[in-house]
T-cell receptor
C-alpha cells in the first residue's frame, strides 16, 4: 500500500485479556519495526524484523509480548494477559532497507503508521 | 540516561513567529539524525535526515542544523503556522546498528 497501515486504531480491553495488533508495511519494505509510545515518553523500541526473521527482539518488555511476520509483509504484535501498564500507543514502522545497509537516502526514511492506541482497564 | 535529550520540552508561540528546538545526543558512532513531526493521534512523519557531513538541511519552513562535533542539532521553524502545532522528535541512529535512539520530543503549540 501507499503507507503503513495499522489496526485497530483504538483498542480497549480488560486486564488479563489477550490482544493482537496488526501492521501492514509499505509494499517491498524489508525492515519492520514495532515501537511503544507512552504518554509523555519517547518511543520505546520493541522488536525489529528483517524479512520474516527477528534479529533483534530485545526490546520486548516481557514474555507476554510476542510478534511475528509472515510473507515478509504483515506483522502481528500479540500481548497476552494484558496489564494496565501495557496501555500505550503501539507504532509500527517500515523501511526499504535495514539501517545497517547503505543505500539511497530515500531508502533511509523510516515510515510510521498512525499507531494502535491500547487502553487496558 | 537517555541518549537523546530535547529542549524545551514544550513551548507556545504566536502564529507567524519563529522558534528553534534543540536536540543533544550521545549516540556513538554517529550515523545520521532525523527530525520527525508527530501530529496528535498520528504517527511520526519524517522532516529531515542529516548525515555526518551535512550541517544544514531545509524542508520548506523547517531548517535543521547539525554539529557532529558537539553532538547537537536544532530545528528552526520559520513563520510558524497553526498546523505546526505538533511534537517534534529527534531521532539518532548509530553506525551499523538497527536501533534508533529517540528523544521525548518538543511539544509545540502555535496560537493565533
Amino acid at each position: 500500500g501507499a503507507g503503513v497501515s495499522q489496526s485497530p486504531s483504538n483498542k480497549v480491553t480488560e486486564k488479563g485479556k489477550d490482544v493482537e495488533l496488526r501492521c501492514d508495511p509499505i509494499s517491498g519494505h524489508t525492515a519492520l519495526y514495532w515501537y511503544r509510545q507512552s504518554l509523555g515518553q519517547g518511543l520505546e523500541f520493541l522488536i525489529y524484523f528483517q524479512g520474516n526473521s527477528a534479529p533483534d527482539k530485545s526490546g520486548l518488555p516481557s514474555d507476554r509480548f510476542s510478534a511475528e511476520r509472515t510473507g515478509g509483509s504483515v506483522s502481528t504484535l500479540t500481548i497476552q494477559r494484558t496489564q494496565q501498564e501495557d496501555s500505550a500507543v503501539y507504532l509500527c514502522a517500515s523501511r526499504l532497507l535495514p539501517f545497517s545497509v547503505g543505500g539511497p537516502s530515500g531508502a533511509n526514511v523510516l515510515t510510521f503508521g498512525a499507531g494502535s492506541r491500547l487502553t487496558v482497564l | 540516561k537517555n541518549q537523546v535529550e530535547q529542549s524545551p520540552q514544550s513551548l507556545i508561540i504566536l502564529e507567524g513567529k519563529n522558534c528553534t528546538l534543540q536536540c543533544n545526543y550521545t549516540v556513538s558512532p554517529f550515523s545520521n539524525l532525523r527530525w520527525y513531526k508527530q501530529d496528535t493521534g498520528r504517527g511520526p512523519v519524517s522532516l529531515t535526515i542529516m548525515t555526518f557531513s551535512e550541517n544544514t538541511k531545509s524542508n520548506g519552513r523547517y531548517t535543521a542544523t547539525l554539529d557532529a562535533d558537539t553532538k547537537q542539532s536544532s530545528l528552526h521553524i520559520t513563520a510558524s503556522q497553526l498546523s505546526d502545532s505538533a511534537s517534534y522528535i529527534c531521532v539518532v541512529s548509530a553506525e551499523g546498528n538497527n536501533r534508533l535512539a529517540f528523544g521525548k520530543g518538543n511539544q509545540v503549540v502555535v496560537i493565533p
